[in-house]
């Protein structure tokens, strides 16, 4: 059973069976393999703590008489100096193992491999540390010595070296770890990215079966068993059928905890690991680590079936050595695949970077020419929706699918959303398989995307046994336990649903070529908001002198980068004398509300210049013209004709408005008026059927008439009407103010902390 390695695990001494196989705490068996015996020691007197009931078996004193005495009282002077000298050393203990020391076991001197390591106890600070001593009766090449052990595999190493692809590295070791150590069944095992394994060499006697390709679930191997793994290079079982022998006392007297034996040689292993091994018929057993990064990458693993099989420790110290270079070629290899590959996406990625500064090409145009995007991340096929252009390449997607899983990638908030099973992750958009089992998006502004896909890979897995079926339940007396299965035949698996995953590599490519398109999109855009600003400009010219009147415009623009809106003003004097002042707000915020407001602009000054017409008039024509011109423009106007009245000395006011706010009127008293129409006005573009109506004002002399956008007086903790109202008493307070100075207040005030939406202005001070 798989878990994780933070794990809680079971008390030591729990029963254990596959319903809980995966919290044991195999690192604390209090007891050893009987191969050999154990001692902990106190470190610098070297008092004996714990041993192994067995000591007597290979160092002749009874365990009760070696607890609580010195170390040279139990394994002699020599020995135990020797033990104390290479434990002083500095470094790892474990690199200066054996120590290769003789007892003296009634009169006989019988030589052994004492194996050292240090285990922390305890959970006090400062940690304690027990001195950890093992012996196994020593056979094989003496002296043992680091030439002993190269020169026993000098020759694979060189093989090694030579070897030009993976295949040939895993033959090569499987066969040569076989030789060395003399296992019936030699297996390089590599794991995939959820620790399921597959076994891609084996080196065998003839007439057993073969395991090659047979896959293994991660249940087979738990998470806290790979940890010791990758701590703990190599582990030997020399007979599964030991009975294990528990250590005296059971715990550490001076912590009252169990030893940790995660370094220990002779670790007694799990009886649910014995079990899974005396099921398939295994004797004996030896794994070595492969390691890439300190993590666990595969194992060799090695069986033999016919009966006990206890390689000597210089033996496996070669098998380790192997396991070592294997892993240093390994890592060598997969790094030059992946600098390799690295390298020609860098140089992809390069191109269509350096591609997208062609800014008078559309940008997907770019993405999709030669090289594509589908040279940077291989798959079935690529869409690209980017600044209003839409293209593909490889293998086509429909609009609607490729719409339903942007929207779907875009909900999830996230740079890139990757997924290699897009019916299991994204279950709304019904998409065959056949055409985009796994898809990679790049979601990006204004609803704009990338998007790979992948069709199905379906593909058959051969197990070895059902992955499904993994636990048996056994009766043992009363009770029922699990345990592990039984079968090991091929059991073939046909895996649907998913395509080819995606890399972390590519994950990462991806990510920065999402990067470089922010800039690109970023560049375009402003260039695109620059050039309708100055459009935007050009057309809010200054007003012309009048002798009757004072007239102030401003153009505020949102404080958000890169807003570009439909806001405009206009004044200009008509032949007869009047004066015509306008006051818009297209709907929308880019560049075709700039576009639609420079157009209803040029044609509102057309047809209201020189013309008899009225306001009214002048907004049913221009509804009209944008009807007739298919322009699909919306907007608020307002606009008014100031004429002389001679008989009051004054100014009439006549004003007609498409559902714009309405202007303010401050007179010489203390009063502001609100210039209201009698009923609500559709706006601009809605119906050029409907009806306009024109009111009428008188303007005293010293009057200030103020027409303004909704960007004045609206803000998001604020509505239209008590903004009217704030504008409108400040109106009064800078009514006396000079008219350019008064708009500036009136501006500083209202936005305070810069304008949320664009605003124009237009104030009128008539003379006195």
């Given at each position: 059973?798989?878990?994780?390695?933070?794990?809680?695990?079971?008390?030591?001494?729990?029963?254990?069976?596959?319903?809980?196989?995966?919290?044991?705490?195999?690192?604390?068996?209090?007891?050893?393999?009987?191969?050999?015996?154990?001692?902990?020691?106190?470190?610098?007197?070297?008092?004996?703590?714990?041993?192994?009931?067995?000591?007597?078996?290979?160092?002749?004193?009874?365990?009760?008489?070696?607890?609580?005495?010195?170390?040279?009282?139990?394994?002699?002077?020599?020995?135990?100096?020797?033990?104390?000298?290479?434990?002083?050393?500095?470094?790892?203990?474990?690199?200066?193992?054996?120590?290769?020391?003789?007892?003296?076991?009634?009169?006989?001197?019988?030589?052994?491999?004492?194996?050292?390591?240090?285990?922390?106890?305890?959970?006090?600070?400062?940690?304690?540390?027990?001195?950890?001593?093992?012996?196994?009766?020593?056979?094989?090449?003496?002296?043992?010595?680091?030439?002993?052990?190269?020169?026993?595999?000098?020759?694979?190493?060189?093989?090694?070296?030579?070897?030009?692809?993976?295949?040939?590295?895993?033959?090569?070791?499987?066969?040569?770890?076989?030789?060395?150590?003399?296992?019936?069944?030699?297996?390089?095992?590599?794991?995939?990215?959820?620790?399921?394994?597959?076994?891609?060499?084996?080196?065998?006697?003839?007439?057993?079966?073969?395991?090659?390709?047979?896959?293994?679930?991660?249940?087979?191997?738990?998470?806290?068993?790979?940890?010791?793994?990758?701590?703990?290079?190599?582990?030997?079982?020399?007979?599964?059928?030991?009975?294990?022998?528990?250590?005296?006392?059971?715990?550490?007297?001076?912590?009252?905890?169990?030893?940790?034996?995660?370094?220990?040689?002779?670790?007694?292993?799990?009886?649910?690991?014995?079990?899974?091994?005396?099921?398939?018929?295994?004797?004996?057993?030896?794994?070595?680590?492969?390691?890439?990064?300190?993590?666990?990458?595969?194992?060799?693993?090695?069986?033999?079936?016919?009966?006990?099989?206890?390689?000597?420790?210089?033996?496996?110290?070669?098998?380790?050595?192997?396991?070592?270079?294997?892993?240093?070629?390994?890592?060598?290899?997969?790094?030059?695949?992946?600098?390799?590959?690295?390298?020609?996406?860098?140089?992809?990625?390069?191109?269509?970077?350096?591609?997208?500064?062609?800014?008078?090409?559309?940008?997907?145009?770019?993405?999709?020419?030669?090289?594509?995007?589908?040279?940077?991340?291989?798959?079935?096929?690529?869409?690209?929706?980017?600044?209003?252009?839409?293209?593909?390449?490889?293998?086509?997607?429909?609009?609607?699918?490729?719409?339903?899983?942007?929207?779907?990638?875009?909900?999830?908030?996230?740079?890139?959303?990757?997924?290699?099973?897009?019916?299991?992750?994204?279950?709304g958009p019904a998409v065959p398989v056949e055409v985009a089992c796994g898809v990679l998006v790049l979601p990006l502004p204004e609803g704009q995307y990338v998007l790979w896909h992948r069709a199905?890979?379906?593909?058959?897995?051969?197990?070895?046994?059902?992955?499904?079926?993994?636990?048996?339940?056994?009766?043992?007396?009363?009770?029922?336990?699990?345990?592990?299965?039984?079968?090991?035949?091929?059991?073939?698996?046909?895996?649907?649903?998913?395509?080819?995953?995606?890399?972390?590599?590519?994950?990462?490519?991806?990510?920065?070529?999402?990067?470089?398109?922010?800039?690109?999109?970023?560049?375009?855009?402003?260039?695109?908001?620059?050039?309708?600003?100055?459009?935007?400009?050009?057309?809010?010219?200054?007003?012309?002198?009048?002798?009757?009147?004072?007239?102030?415009?401003?153009?505020?623009?949102?404080?958000?980068?890169?807003?570009?809106?439909?806001?405009?003003?206009?004044?200009?004097?008509?032949?007869?004398?009047?004066?015509?002042?306008?006051?818009g707000d297209v709907v929308g915020h880019d560049t075709a509300a700039a576009a639609d407001m420079a157009q209803l602009r040029g044609l509102l000054r057309g047809i209201a210049y020189d013309s008899?017409?009225?306001?009214?008039?002048?907004?049913?024509?221009?509804?009209?013209?944008?009807?007739?011109?298919?322009?699909?423009?919306?907007?608020?106007?307002?606009?008014?004709?100031?004429?002389?009245?001679?008989?009051?000395?004054?100014?009439?006011?006549?004003?007609?408005?498409?559902?714009?706010?309405?202007?303010?009127?401050?007179?010489?008293?203390?009063?502001?008026?609100?210039?209201?129409?009698?009923?609500?006005?559709?706006?601009?573009?809605?119906?050029?059927?409907?009806?306009?109506?024109?009111?009428?004002?008188?303007?005293?002399?010293?009057?200030?008439?103020?027409?303004?956008?909704?960007?004045?007086?609206?803000?998001?903790?604020?509505?239209?009407?008590?903004?009217?109202?704030?504008?409108?008493?400040?109106?009064?307070?800078?009514?006396?103010?000079?008219?350019?100075?008064?708009?500036?207040?009136?501006?500083?005030?209202?936005?305070?902390?810069?304008?949320?939406?664009?605003?124009?202005?237009?104030?009128?001070?008539?003379?006195?």
């Amino acid at each position: 059973m798989s878990s994780s390695p933070d794990t809680e695990l079971l008390p030591a001494g729990t029963p254990v069976d596959l319903s809980n196989c995966e919290r044991e705490p195999i690192h604390v068996p209090g007891s050893i393999q009987p191969r050999g015996v154990l001692l902990a020691v106190t470190e610098p007197d070297l008092v004996v703590e714990q041993v192994s009931e067995n000591l007597a078996d290979l160092v002749g004193v009874h365990p009760a008489d070696a607890l609580g005495r010195r170390l040279p009282d139990v394994l002699g002077v020599v020995a135990a100096e020797a033990v104390a000298r290479s434990a002083s050393a500095f470094g790892d203990l474990r690199e200066r193992n054996p120590v290769e020391i003789t007892l003296d076991v009634e009169g006989s001197p019988v030589p052994v491999d004492a194996l050292l390591h240090r285990a922390v106890v305890g959970a006090g600070t400062p940690a304690t540390a027990l001195l950890v001593v093992e012996l196994e009766p020593a056979h094989g090449p003496r002296p043992f010595s680091f030439p002993n052990t190269y020169q026993a595999v000098r020759r694979t190493v060189g093989e090694l070296n030579r070897a030009t692809s993976l295949q040939e590295l895993y033959d090569i070791t499987a066969q040569a770890v076989r030789d060395l150590t003399g296992f019936d069944r030699v297996m390089v095992y590599r794991y995939d990215a959820d620790y399921n394994g597959e076994v891609v060499a084996e080196a065998r006697t003839p007439g057993l079966n073969s395991f090659l390709g047979l896959h293994y679930p991660a249940s087979d191997i738990p998470a806290q068993a790979r940890a010791l793994y990758e701590k703990n290079w190599i582990r030997l079982i020399s007979d599964v059928d030991y009975r294990p022998v528990p250590l005296r006392p059971v715990l550490v007297p001076s912590t009252g905890t169990p030893l940790d034996m995660t370094f220990s040689t002779l670790r007694s292993v799990s009886p649910i690991h014995v079990q899974y091994l005396q099921n398939m018929g295994v004797r004996a057993s030896m794994s070595i680590s492969l390691l890439r990064d300190d993590r666990l990458w595969g194992l060799i693993a090695c069986h033999h079936y016919a009966g006990p099989h206890a390689p000597p420790y210089a033996t496996r110290a070669a098998a380790e050595f192997l396991g070592s270079t294997l892993s240093l070629r390994l890592v060598h290899r997969a790094e030059e695949d992946e600098v390799h590959r690295a390298l020609q996406a860098r140089s992809t990625l390069a191109w269509l970077t350096a591609a997208t500064l062609d800014e008078d090409r559309p940008l997907a145009d770019t993405l999709l020419g030669s090289p594509s995007l589908l040279d940077l991340l291989p798959a079935d096929g690529v869409v690209v929706h980017l600044q209003g252009h839409h293209g593909s390449r490889g293998a086509p997607l429909p609009d609607d699918t490729a719409e339903a899983i942007a929207a779907w990638a875009a909900a999830a908030d996230e740079d890139v959303v990757a997924t290699d099973s897009l019916p299991r992750s994204a279950p709304g958009p019904a998409v065959p398989v056949e055409v985009a089992c796994g898809v990679l998006v790049l979601p990006l502004p204004e609803g704009q995307y990338v998007l790979w896909h992948r069709a199905e890979a379906t593909r058959t897995v051969d197990w070895g046994g059902d992955p499904h079926n993994k636990a048996i339940a056994e009766r043992e007396g009363d009770a029922v336990r699990l345990s592990p299965r039984k079968s090991f035949e091929r059991w073939r698996e046909t895996v649907r649903g998913r395509s080819e995953p995606w890399t972390a590599q590519q994950l990462a490519e991806v990510g920065e070529l999402r990067t470089h398109l922010l800039e690109a999109l970023y560049a375009r855009s402003r260039r695109v908001v620059l050039a309708a600003e100055r459009l935007q400009r050009s057309h809010l010219t200054e007003p012309p002198v009048s002798a009757r009147h004072d007239v102030a415009v401003r153009y505020v623009p949102a404080t958000t980068e890169a807003q570009v809106g439909g806001d405009w003003y206009d004044v200009f004097e008509q032949p007869d004398g009047s004066t015509v002042v306008v006051i818009g707000d297209v709907v929308g915020h880019d560049t075709a509300a700039a576009a639609d407001m420079a157009q209803l602009r040029g044609l509102l000054r057309g047809i209201a210049y020189d013309s008899a017409d009225g306001p009214a008039a002048v907004l049913r024509r221009l509804d009209n013209a944008v009807a007739g011109l298919g322009l699909h423009a919306m907007a608020t106007v307002l606009v008014g004709r100031l004429t002389p009245d001679p008989g009051t000395g004054g100014t009439r006011l006549r004003w007609s408005s498409a559902g714009h706010l309405p202007p303010l009127l401050a007179e010489p008293g203390d009063g502001v008026l609100t210039l209201t129409t009698p009923r609500a006005e559709l706006l601009l573009g809605v119906d050029p059927t409907a009806r306009r109506t024109e009111s009428e004002a008188l303007l005293e002399p010293g009057s200030t008439l103020l027409l303004y956008t909704d960007g004045l007086v609206e803000r998001r903790d604020r509505g239209f009407d008590p903004g009217v109202q704030q504008l409108a008493e400040e109106l009064v307070t800078v009514r006396d103010r000079p008219l350019e100075a008064a708009c500036d207040e009136l501006i500083g005030r209202m936005l305070p902390e810069g304008a949320e939406d664009d605003v124009a202005l237009v104030a009128v001070r008539l003379h006195g």
